[in-house]
């Protein structure tokens, strides 16, 4: 079945270690996302990528970095300088139709706890 | 003018009501336009595609007004099942292909 997934569901990660969310999807998406949701809060955009070897920052991405090297793939590493980590982080995919993307999928998400 | 906004209630309808939400977008060159639905520490899901000409999805009815730029949602006959937040999508290709999510709008349906 294609799909988008996440993964772990839960971590637990104890301040000032780096950590690496992943996110595969084998839909043939051309864009991937990554948003962070805080409690009783909105999606808020770290990073996205439209190609492969490309992306660009989103509204928050100070304390996060990622990679595209492959269409499939598009982990997020949460660093040390991250100063509030703990949420709940998804990942999405769209296909890129040239002049707009279409509806995007997302996976079932990663808690990250901060211990 | 933030770039998608919404009402972020909660709107507390007694099941069976109609309820109707609205969203207002800043970038006049929007693309595409969606409606998801997110339960409680879940995932958004896509609830429905919003066309020019109006689409209808059995009791979930979307609109889009360009010339104003809002969009909105239509719950008729609502079902406890509805109770979740829902999400305006706006899509900004046209300028730099993020696609843009406002904050929810919580709904909770009443027995």
């Known amino acids: 079945d294609g799909g988008i997934t996440q993964s772990p569901k839960y971590l637990f990660r104890k301040e000032g270690q780096n950590v690496t969310l992943s996110c595969e999807q084998n839909l043939n998406h051309d864009a991937m996302y990554w948003y962070r949701q805080d409690p009783g809060q909105g999606l808020r955009l770290i990073y996205y990528?439209?190609?492969?070897?490309?992306?660009q920052k989103g509204d928050i991405a100070e304390g996060y970095s990622v990679s595209r090297e492959k269409k499939e793939s598009f982990p997020l590493t949460v660093t040390s300088a991250q100063k509030n980590p703990t949420a709940f982080y998804l990942c999405a995919s769209s296909i890129n139709r040239g002049n707009f993307n279409t509806e995007a999928f997302f996976g079932q998400g990663t808690r990250l706890t901060v211990v | 003018r933030k770039e998608v906004e919404q009402d972020p209630g909660p709107f507390n309808v007694p099941e069976g009501a109609t309820v109707a939400f609205n969203c207002t977008y800043s970038?006049?060159?929007?693309?595409?336009f969606f409606w998801y639905r997110q339960d409680c520490r879940k995932e958004p899901k896509l609830l429905m595609s919003?066309?020019?000409s109006g689409n209808e999805d059995g009791r979930f009815t979307a609109q889009l007004n360009r010339a104003s730029q809002y969009i909105s949602l239509l719950i008729r006959d609502s079902k406890l099942s509805d109770s979740a937040t829902y999400l305006c999508?706006?899509?900004?290709?046209?300028?730099?292909?993020?696609?843009?999510f406002g904050k929810g709008t919580r709904l909770h349906i009443l027995p």
């Open positions: 919003v066309y020019s």
């Open positions: 970038n006049s060159a929007s693309q595409s």
């Open positions: 999508v706006v899509n900004n290709s046209s300028r730099d292909d993020k696609i843009i």
């Open positions: 990528s439209q190609i492969v070897n490309d992306f």
